[in-house]
T-cell receptor
Framework: AQSVTQLGSHVSVSEGALVLLRCNYSSSVPPYLFWYVQYPNQGLQLLLK??????LVKGINGFEAEFKKSETSFHLTKPSAHMSDAAEYFC???????????FGTGTRLQVFP | DTAVSQTPKYLVTQMGNDKSIKCEQN?????MYWYKQDSKKFLKIMFS???????INETVPNRFSPKSPDKAHLNLHINSLELGDSAVYFCASRPRGSGANVLTFGAGSRLTVL
């Protein structure tokens, strides 16, 4: 079975500050890992994904995440927050042998001027 | 040119009614999904169809019945609506063989049961 834990349901940062959203996963098989973003009243958009290969993955809007197998983590970071980054962020896990995408409970990012 | 479109966007109805939500994707994808997002933003998979064939049915009450007339459409019919069915329902799709499960989501259909 696979699962995802997102630590912190709310994260607040000042504009220009580092963004760090935490995600830990559990998987008995090599995981595929994803970060999705949901802006208010919209569907989910893919930010970035890890499947195999390079463990540091770059996504859209300046976000990146690093797969750390030893820590079972896939934390999302952005060096400098922008007001437009305010949204709900979801970490998700899947694998090669399943049709399911399992989501975490989400982290709401607030950015203050 | 919306890739995954859902209708209606908002739906308000009384308990006990029957309602449907429609989903269409113009991406040529083979696999389509319904996800439910509750009031706490938790997203849970409900169903998955691959080229009109049911693949995943996640212990959803049988009041919920998905129907896929063709691989571009996946509709969700809900009978005898209950208060707990209030949620945002998201349709999603992905191409066949996309082992990485990169889903394209619709904008959601917010169902409110009074």
């Amino acid at each position: 079975a696979q699962s995802v834990t997102q630590l912190g349901s709310h994260v607040s940062v000042s504009e220009g500050a580092l963004v760090l959203l935490r995600c830990n996963y559990s998987s008995s098989v090599p995981p595929y890992l994803f970060w999705y973003v949901q802006y208010p009243n919209q569907g989910l958009q893919l930010l970035l994904k890890y499947t195999t290969g390079a463990t540091l993955v770059k996504g859209i809007n300046g976000f990146e995440a690093e797969f750390k197998k030893s820590e079972t983590s896939f934390h999302l970071t952005k060096p400098s927050a922008h007001m437009s980054d305010a949204a709900e962020y979801f970490c998700a896990v899947s694998s090669d042998n399943t049709d399911k995408l399992i989501f975490g409970t989400g982290t709401r990012l607030q950015v203050f001027p | 040119d919306t890739a995954v479109s859902q209708t209606p966007k908002y739906l308000v109805t009384q308990m006990g009614n029957d309602k449907s939500i429609k989903c269409e994707q113009n991406l040529g994808h083979d696999t389509m999904y319904w996800y439910k997002q509750d009031s706490k933003k938790f997203l849970k998979i409900m169903f998955s169809y691959n080229n009109k064939e049911l693949i995943i049915n996640e212990t959803v009450p049988n009041r919920f019945s998905p129907k896929s007339p063709d691989k571009a459409h996946l509709n969700l019919h809900i009978n005898s609506l209950e208060l707990g069915d209030s949620a945002v329902y998201f349709c999603a799709s992905r191409p066949r063989g996309s082992g990485a499960n990169v889903l394209t989501f619709g904008a959601g259909s917010r169902l409110t049961v009074l």
